[in-house]
């Protein structure tokens, strides 16, 4: 918004204090050209923001009281953002009178957010307002899932987990405790506890999300993620929406935004036009699935254009091994290695690139040209999308990093750095020694190179009686709703052979929790610890998420034991939940595990919060000295500002640092690659004679050439390679009505399962209809608004459909957010979002849903409930896909094939039908795609491969029995 002059009646209401002046100088100099200022300057230009000195008296005028001038005094505290894992900062305004919070505001202090929030941010003030949520400890009357809870304390719940926990643990039953997290954001936290427990407990969401593109970067070069620099880039790549929802996508966004006020040329690729789409130069709607393809011919141009960066390939790609691997009949000179690339991809000229994506050629080219001349400046991004839809969709971020490796802008200025360089790992006191047990039901052989635990496989896994789950919490995790094939989850559920207590942790209901034994109340963005770090562009920082009641009562001399007496109801924190979990399971210390959870300072007693961070933040690299200059400890420091920042953003490069004596000291270079090797430990790589650092992957160099897929029985995809995706044309009867089903994409404005507490949110979306073309409405004579019957492989699911130009014509799409549902005997939550549904079940694994009455206003403390004007709650579409687990990188290929058809007589919207049975099968027909470990040396993963609670290095290894 640029400035405009105020009108006469402005300047007269301005002058008589009607309206606040809006027109001052300093509006004038921050509405002008930005492009001239760096960062910093911008994030200065916060001027009407609260200065932190006032952060303790800050006044301002009620605006419910507008056109009255009346003062409103509040204590501003910072925290950080839960609504997504970009983790913004985010400050709450407490009313000093009342002591309650009244609205969120970003945060300038931190260097990720720099102040600024998307819709969700400010909208947590309507989720810590939810007059649905959930205040009380609940344990379950009846069977489960039959909708009947009793209010219980907090001892009860935690004495009653605690034995059944430790039971397991005695009878050496470890491997039946699991934790499986939806939203992460516990930084180190969890392995603390869980490795404390000696147990290998930990399961994710990560295969339902970014494991596929994880997979692709890790194999290139020993990291999972990208963190482009967006800001200072020529040119910048996205498989994705990106600019308006991906990962990190608020501090994404306005770096992105700022690389192209500085000339940057943005390309999108996409079969939706999304918002970020329409904000690119070049809009490529690729066919699903065909974006490596794509990839491939912009390489193959830039390798035969001479585009490429001849020192970056001949220093840090493994040239010399791949020639020796795969063309041992060729001389190991770096031409034979151009020379080979350009045969190998000969097929990916720009017309089968253009045949493959629908793409035109002439666009691919002129892409492929801005790329190679962006050189180091090529900045990109796949995080889910089609790395995480198709079937080899960890190709595409393979072949994405191809490029990135071409132009020599891994790690640049501009460039593509990994995540983990940009990104603050804490150390926790008494850290315990990784456990010794391998958990088959998270990690099975058959996929011995997936990259996260295979979480969509554990219903089946329990079904065929793999296992069983004794202890299984889900936090903040909602599988029934989020993932594939939630029938068979319940069904799981509903078995208490399979599940023996389920415990779940979560804010608010969902339909998860409505078959769980405890639902456990838990913080929202203001009302937990946490620390976040995560790479939001070429700097390092570190955010403090706190309870800001608590805060606020610390500030204000009261004393605070636990985090509940300051929040709402009985709603407790994560930390201290597990800590106190923790110490009940070992209450004499016999079993070893009280031990970690004890203070630093004062021995034998139980660890208090703030002795926990503050033994995080001493650690953080010129916390110390900066928070001393200020008369503070690290504690205080981020309690006041809620964020540091550990490094400004040069950190460019990191793989060239050179090693230094003392590293060095005993180590031994090898003959043949010149890795350096220190006390059994790759260390380093010698690079034209200089000792440096390199990446952690074998080689210690990019891996052009993969001689772990060889070794792990995948030698046709030892090196980057297009994989025809399971919902390929080829793959596809256009005659009977098949498509493809997008049905991955995220709204900007809405959380998974996590947005239906929070009014804003939904008032802005609450529909997901399917997009359809035009070409494509009109073959079936469907308009806006018609009722369509959309047949998976296991079921269908009723929806309506939405004409617009903004889709590819021969795919459709959905988003993924929207169809919440409860039963008549659930309790009631989220009614800004949910539908009430029946659920029947035939008892032979066929399972009806349908919708019996939309949303409605309801009466409540907030007044809003009433005005609720929006009646659909969409769909619910996941529930009717089956599992389709990636046969190498484990992840789930949402994408789906459908039949589309008209609804027949009777049919409505929002019915559902799924077989359970079907879905099974399917399950089975996708793991007879696996090539099960052992891999060399009877490995059941390769040693390199980490995982995210990595166990023992023994347990790499299968015994003889297991092989
Ligand atoms: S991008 Fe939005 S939802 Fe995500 S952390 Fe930032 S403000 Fe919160």
Redesign the pocket.
Known sequence: MGYKKPSFIENIAEKIGLIPNLHKEKYQEFDGDMRQFTDEEVAQMYENFPPPEKWDNWVEYDPKAWPKKVKKTYQIVPTT?F??E???GLTAFIDKETQVVKKFEGNPQHPG?RGR??A??PATINQITDPDRILFPLKRKGKRGEGEWDRITWDEALDTIAARIRKAIKEDRHNEIAYHVGRPGHEKFMNWILQGWGIDGHNSHTNICSSGARFGYNLWYGYDRPSPDHSNAKFILLISAHLESGHY??PHAQRIIEGKMKGAKLATMDPRLSNTASMSDYWMPTYPGSEAAVLLAMALIILEEGLYNRAYLENWTNWQEYLKALHSDKEVIFENYIAAMIEEYQEFTPEYAEKESGVKAETVVEIARLIGEAGERFASHNWRAAGASNLGGWGVARCLHFLTVLTGAVGAKGGTSPNSWNKFSPTVPNPPKPQKKWNEMHFPKEYPLAFFEMSQLLPHFLKEGRGKMDVYFSRVFNPVWTYPDGFTWMEMFQDESKFGLHAALTPTWNETAFFADFVLPMGLASERHDINSYATHGGTWVAFRQPVLREAARRNGKDVEFTYETNPGEVWEEDEFWIELSWRIDPDGSMGIRKHFESPNRPGEKIKIGEYYQYIFERVPGLPKTAKKEGLTELEYMQKYGTFEIEKGESYKKNETLLTKEELEGSVIDPINEVIRKSGKDIGVMINGKAMLGFPTPSRKNEFYSQTMVDWKWPEYAIPKYLKSHIHNDNLDKSKGEYVLVPTFRLPTL?HSRSGNAKWLVEISNRNPIWMHPEDAAKWGFKTGDLVKMNTDIGYFIDKVWVTQGMKPGVVACSHHIGRWRRPQDKTGNRWATNTVNIEGDGKGGWKMNTISGIKPFESDDKDSKRIFWKDGGVHQNITHAVHPDPISGMHCWHQRVRIEKPAAGENYGDIFVDTNKSHEIYKEWMAMTRPAPGPNGERRPLWFKRAFTPDISTYYMDKKEE
């Open positions: 953002c609504n997504c970009s983790a913004c957010s929030n998307c969700k941010g996508f608020n959380i």
